[in-house]
Nanobody, 114 residues
């Protein structure tokens, strides 16, 4: 099982980015998928996750700005990030859970300039 994340980059404050995380297996295999981020010198924190039934959960700091979604046909989970702020600068990683196993994709760097 592999997860490949991409879509990061440099954006000005107020801008938008969409991160993608493509799974090497049918995305229905995962009961939970999520995006995490780690800023320099800080711990990795949950940004958003989505359950197989569609229920979503967001960190308070991104509610109303970020949206997590799944494209079942493409076996891909997305993180649409709007109104980005400098404090959103971090390495973003996707995660998927199958049974008791947790799988991580490589990180993608998001840098927001003020």
């Amino acid at each position: 099982v592999q997860l490949q994340a991409f879509g990061g980059g440099l954006v000005q404050a107020g801008g938008s980015l969409r991160l993608s995380c493509a799974a090497s297996v049918n995305i229905f295999s995962f009961y939970l998928m999520g995006w995490y981020r780690q800023a320099p010198g800080k711990q990795r924190d949950l940004v958003a996750n989505i359950h197989s039934g569609g229920r979503t959960n967001y960190a308070d700091s991104v509610k109303g700005r970020f949206t997590i979604s799944i494209d079942n046909a493409k076996d891909t989970v997305y993180l649409q990030m709007n109104n980005l702020q400098p404090e959103d600068t971090a390495v973003y990683s996707c995660n998927g859970a199958i049974g008791w196993k947790s799988y991580w994709g490589q990180g993608t760097l998001v840098t927001v300039s003020s």
